[in-house]
Every structure is written in C-alpha cells, then in structure tokens.
C-alpha cells in the first residue's frame, strides 16, 4: 500500500495491471499497484473470489480525503473493477468447466476406441478361424468361397489395421502374413489329380434330449486344381502395380506347390519369394514383365512343364536370383529381355530340355552370375545380343547340345569362364562377339560336335583357349596342342 491517500487495486496473484491509470508495468510475477483518486467516502476494500487453482482479486481503498475535486470519480471507478472482476472469475469458471468436458470426451474417446479395437480383433479372428475350416472342407465350392473370404480378410488388415501408430501397422502386416502362409500351404499340399482313392472321415457329434451321438460321415475331396488356380489368380491380381490393395510387400513362399497355367505376368514380388521344388504344368508358365525385389528370389530345384514358360523382360534384384537344378521341359523357354540385377545370379546344374531356350538380349549385372555344370539339351540355345557384366561369369563344365549361339554377345567383367565346357552341337556361333573383359578362359573346353566359329569378333581382349600360342602367363601343360579343324577362323586369333 502506497503512504499517499489514493486508492490503491493490489493484483495479489500476478497477472498484470487491471487498470489503465497505472504509471508502469511490473514484472508479471510481482503484485500491481495502481493509485486512484480518493473517494468522497471512506471505503475499506472490495473483494472478488476467483477459481481455488487462481487466486483471488482484492480492491482496497484507504479512508477518505477532504479533497472534494477527486471524490466525483470513486463511486463510478470502484463499480467498474468490481464488474472486472466478476468477469474474469466467470470466464475463468467457464475455462475450468470447458477442459473438464474435453478431458472426459477424450477419457471416454479412448475407452471407446479400446473396445472396437478388442470387438475388431475379435471378429477378425472369428473369420480367420472359419476360413480356416472352409480351407478343409471337402466341397471345391466350399473352399473357392473360403479363397475369396481369405483375400476379403487380408484387405482388412492391411486397409483398416487397428491403429495408426506404427506398432499397430506392423501387427497388421503380420496378420495378413499369415493369412497369405495359409494359401500358400494349401498350394504345397501332395496334388492328387484323382483323388478318389482315399477318403476324408468328418466327424459330428449331435447333443439332444436323449443323449450324445457321434456321426462319422466319409466323403471324398473332390478335384482342387480350380482352387488351385483360385488362389494364385487372386494373388496375381494383388501383385499388380495398380492393384487396389497390395500385397507386394508380403513373402510368398511356394515350396513344394503344384501349379497348373499359373501368370504371374507383371507382378511385383517385394519380399522374399520361393518357388523351390515347385511344380509348375498346364500350357504355359508366365513370369514375363515381373519383378523380384526381396532379398531372395529361389527357383531352386523348380520343374517347369506344357508348352511355354516365359521371364520376359522379368527383373531380378535383391542379393540372391537362383536356379540351380531347376528343370526347364517346356518346348520354349524365354527370359528373353529379362534383367538380373543380384549381387549373385545362378543357374547351376539346371536342366534345359525343349525346342528352344532364349537369353536373347538379357543382362546379367551383379557380382556373380554362374550357369556351373548346366546342360542345355535344346535343339537351339541362344544368348544373342546377352550382355553380360558380372564381375564374375561362369559356363564351368557346362553341356551345350543341338545349335548354340552367342552372336553379338558382350562379355564385360574381370573374369569369365567357359572351363571344361562341351559343344556338342553341329553349330556353335561366337560371330561378331565382344570380349571386353580382363580374361576369358576356354581352358579344357571341348569341341566334339560340328562347325565352331568365332569370327569376326567385336573385341578380342584377353581370350585365352588351349591351342594360343604362346600360351598364357603362368599357364602350365604341353607347349602346344592343335587347333580343332572344326574351329574357324583358321587364322588365329581371330580378327
């Protein structure tokens, strides 16, 4: 309180002057004093009680003074901070009241939330067990539904997961990981395509007034191959680029699987991917225009029947591409165009039976790519116009029968092996070849069968065969061995 006879309005919880006479501002923290003129009459003080968590405003006046030129104003000044004050304290009221209301809403938001997402849990797994069931029933129709209600359920998890947050979309994604395991073990089951040999017991067990019976009822499963086809028909469309809703982030793993016309044209396989031991028959095998960006993309030991199997302009990343002894029986087979990007790419030990097999035009990229030990039985193999640009590139030991031709071929890289090789075929074209790399071997290659020709090459940069003369650095055996008479050009090396 001031020692002069003015009013004075003490602001005892720091929020700032209340009236505009005040000569200065404090700091917010301190009390406020603002000095009015005095009233006509003695007035002790007015006070506002405010919210408990704010405080309270008290107005005080000090007695009276003679000076009758100030006392006009004391009545009319000390109605209006008492109107100040009752407006503050109702705002702040309401202010108090309004934040309970939304913590109650977002109390009972959350709770709400936490139920649907228990109902939601609840009742996916309600269908996925019903699914499951419809997987195994004996009817082909009963399980094509249960294929479709399965894709439905998978759409689920991944368009609406339980949450937003991160842990809750990487549940979802586990859950519709299951889901597409389910149908890729109903692909691996044994294929009987007469299944009238064993039958399927079910079982029923019936509760009524009289008691407990137990039915056994046995059927016989019918055909699956439209199942089958079923599934990996929805799994395609999913794999689209433009599919609606995308499973190219999940894995497929078909290990052991029979396929019947199976297209995977255009899909996009972004997990890791296993076609291993897999079977695939019917008219036509399609991979042409797909793309494989897991980390493993595994043929191994696949068997590919019927007329046509096509990786055209296929792409292959990820670290690992392989085929090893994979069987290719189809009258063509084409990876014509395709492109292999993995740090390792091998067909080692794969089999290639047919009219025709093409690596026309496909590149091999990566560190390593190996076709060690493979025979190509074809009538025609062709690697025209291939490129490739391994580090590493190996024919090792590898039986080419029928016509072989690697016209326009590019061979970049450190090293490239044709070592032990066979050409048993009665053309073997190398025309117009392009050897740019360090060193490529023919050491031990055998030529047995009719014409061989390396003419006319586009580079013939460190090619080494048995009958060079002289032979190469540190290469140890006799000084000299002939060159085959069914080797042209006649003058070596070739120009």
């Not at 539904?145 to 937003?164: N, S």
């Not at 060079?468 to 070596?492: F, L, M, S, T, Y």
Request: charged share 25%.
């Amino acid at each position: 309180m001031t020692s002069n006879n003015r009013p004075v309005l003490r602001h005892v919880f720091g929020l700032g002057p209340l009236f505009p006479l005040a000569q200065e501002q404090p700091e917010p923290s301190e009390p406020v004093e603002v000095q009015l003129p005095a009233p006509a009459e003695s007035t002790e003080s007015v006070s506002v009680q405010l919210p408990d968590s704010v405080g309270s405003i008290e107005l005080r006046f000090p007695p009276a003074v003679t000076d009758t030129a100030d006392t006009w104003l004391t009545q009319p000044v000390a109605t209006v901070l008492a109107s100040l004050g009752v407006i503050l304290a109702a705002s702040f009221a309401f202010y108090t009241a309004k934040r309970g209301r939304e913590q109650a809403d977002k109390h009972f938001t959350h709770e709400r939330e936490q139920k649907e997402k228990h109902f939601s849990l609840s009742n996916r797994q309600d269908r996925f067990t019903t699914i499951a069931s419809q997987l195994a029933d004996p009817s082909a129709a009963v399980r094509v539904a249960g294929v479709y209600a399965m894709e439905a359920l998978i759409d689920h998890w991944l368009t609406y997961p339980l949450g937003d947050s991160e842990q809750e979309k990487e549940e979802a994604k586990y859950q519709a990981q299951t889901c597409i395991n389910v149908l890729c073990s109903y692909l691996r089951e044994p294929y009987d395509p007469n299944p009238r040999g064993q039958a399927y017991v079910r079982t029923v067990i019936r509760d009524d007034f009289t008691g407990r019976t137990t039915e056994e009822h046995y059927e016989r499963r019918s055909d699956d191959s439209q199942v089958r086809q079923s599934i990996v028909r929805v799994m395609a469309s999913h794999l689209q680029p433009a599919a609606r809703v995308s499973w190219s982030k999940l894995e497929f793993d078909f290990t052991g699987a029979y396929l019947k016309d199976s297209d995977f044209s255009a899909c996009v396989f972004g997990g890791n991917t296993s076609f291993e031991q897999t079977q695939f028959h019917g008219e036509h095998t399609l991979f042409d225009r797909a793309k494989f960006h897991g980390e493993r993309t595994l043929f191994d030991g696949a068997e590919f029947h019927g007329e046509h199997t096509l990786f055209d302009r296929a792409k292959f990343h990820g670290k690992w591409t392989t085929f090893d002894g994979a069987e290719f029986h189809s009258e063509t087979t084409s990876f014509g165009g395709a492109e292999f990007h993995s740090e390792t790419t091998a067909f080692n030990r794969a089999e290639f039976h047919g009219k025709n097999t093409r690596f026309t035009g496909t590149e091999f990229h990566g560190k390593n790519t190996s076709f060690g030990g493979a025979k190509f039985h074809n009538e025609t193999t062709s690697f025209r116009r291939a490129k490739f640009h391994s580090e590493g590139t190996h024919f090792d030991r590898v039986e080419f029968h029928g016509g072989t031709l690697f016209i326009w071929t590019e061979f970049h890289g450190k090293y490239t092996s044709f070592d032990r090789v066979e050409f048993h075929g009665e053309n073997t074209r190398f025309n117009r070849a392009a050897f740019h790399g360090e060193n490529t071997w023919f050491e031990g290659a055998t030529f047995p069968g009719g014409r061989v020709d390396f003419s006319g090459p586009v580079a013939w940069r460190g090619v080494h065969v048995d009958w060079d003369w002289p032979p190469a650095a540190g290469v140890e055996g006799p000084a000299r061995i002939a060159q085959p008479i069914n080797v042209r050009p006649k003058v070596w090396p070739p120009r």
